[in-house]
């Protein structure tokens, strides 16, 4: 099993260059990171984990450059987002973001994507919340009909491009959705993306017998379907679970901090990365 992690990075943690390269050392899989482009102080839109909501929210890197500083200090280590609230971005330039990281870091690019849960920032970016889900659809067509081999025209509900020349491409054009289980969540997965993010990984016994039944009626290729339990808090039987039910990475979380204890985080982290997952 491949061991990733994910964190807030922001301008009071550890950079992205010197996690990235602690990663890669100690032979981590991947860094995925979140997104947030502000926080508007008055909101109605509670924290979904319950609570006031934590500090590093409002202080997110932008993912794009902090991966991009992460993809030149590393050779072999997955660069991801978990998640890009694509709703909130111009799909034309968001395209274009993907593509040129993905090209300057050799494909290690995987696009986790979501929905988002804050109506106020979304709001900000001019989202209507109750149709964001299609939005995010739409937007997702619109980027692959750049990403096609030959000039694509594309005309949806929400925006369109002509046929054009957009290059560099996506190599490997990985693309994971992140959300709660259910049909509409299993529709978009089995439409337009390779395998979900299931936010802590809970639930996975029953829930992904359906995925692969949806993901199977789609003709997708059973074999391709690719599940990444994101944001978890690992134990030895956590891991071991997962694995028994084909999971082949993980995304481990860690804590928004300093360059001292997330280096004390990894190195508790590092002995699950030895043991293939195993963590004993």
């Not at 590093?56 to 590393?74: C, I, K, M, S, W």
Request: glycine residues 12%.
């Amino acid at each position: 099993m491949r061991i990733s992690v994910t964190i807030f990075l922001t301008d009071e943690t550890i950079t992205p260059t010197r996690i990235a390269r602690e990663l890669e050392a100690r032979g981590f899989a991947g860094l995925y990171l979140p997104e947030h482009t502000h926080i508007p102080v008055e909101r109605v839109t509670p924290y979904p984990a319950g609570g006031d909501l934590p500090r590093e929210y409002g202080r997110t890197l932008d993912p794009f450059v902090a991966l991009g500083q992460a993809a030149a200090v590393t050779e072999r280590l997955g660069l991801g987002t978990g998640i890009t609230l694509v709703a909130q971005h111009d799909p034309i330039d968001l395209a274009k973001q993907i593509a040129t990281l993905d090209h300057l870091s050799g494909g290690r690019f995987t696009l986790g994507l979501g929905f988002g849960w804050n109506v106020e920032e979304a709001a900000d970016h001019g989202v209507e919340w109750r149709t964001r889900r299609e939005l995010v659809r739409d937007r997702m067509a619109l980027m692959q009909a750049l990403w096609a081999d030959e000039p694509t025209a594309y005309e949806g509900q929400f925006g369109s491009v002509r046929a054009s020349h957009a290059f560099p491409k996506p190599v490997g054009k990985r693309t994971l959705v992140g959300g709660a289980a259910g049909p509409k969540l299993f529709s978009h997965i089995c439409e337009y993306a390779e395998g979900w993010l299931p936010i802590g990984g809970r639930g996975l016994t029953e829930s992904l017998p359906v995925l692969r039944t949806a993901w199977t009626d789609a003709g997708r290729d059973p074999a391709a379907l690719q599940v990444v339990p994101y944001a978890v808090v690992p134990t030895p039987g956590k891991l071991a679970h997962y694995a028994e039910l084909g999971i082949e990475e993980v995304v481990l979380q860690l804590p928004p901090a300093g360059e001292a204890e997330v280096l004390k985080v990894l190195d508790e982290y590092a002995r699950y990365v030895q043991d293939g997952g195993d963590g004993v």
